[in-house]
Nanobody, 122 residues
């Protein structure tokens, strides 16, 4: 079974930085993309950033653009989210998902991790 695990969350002061990691493992035939979302208390889950596994094309939400970089390490099957100049409004649970196919001819499925808490104090 495919597993997606996030790490790297924590408590940081406003203006600080954090790097989140996300690793997908298991019976993976092909990776298509990986994404980060976040969900603040009382709010809906929102898109943060995405990266295509082949070619590395990236996209970002306007709210984090210029402060955040998504990258991947093919050898480690890991995606990173480097967040700088953090603001209190960045406080949320950050979730990673991986769009993966587990076999030839099998449509890709989006697998989600359990999330990692990021808290930014003012």
């Amino acid at each position: 079974q495919v597993q997606v695990v996030e790490s790297g969350g924590g408590l940081v002061q406003a203006g600080g930085s954090l790097r989140l990691s996300c690793t997908a493992s298991g019976p993976i035939f092909k990776r298509y993309a990986m994404e980060w979302y976040r969900q603040a208390p009382g709010k809906e889950r929102e898109f943060v950033a995405a990266i295509a596994w082949s070619g590395g094309t990236t996209s970002y939400a306007d709210s984090v653009k210029g402060r955040t970089t998504i990258s991947r390490d093919n050898a480690k099957n890991t995606v990173y989210l480097q967040m700088n100049s953090l603001k209190p409004e960045d406080t949320a649970i950050y979730y990673c998902n991986a769009l993966i196919s587990i076999g030839a001819g099998i449509d890709p499925t989006r697998y989600w991790g359990q999330g990692t808490q990021v808290t930014v104090s003012s």
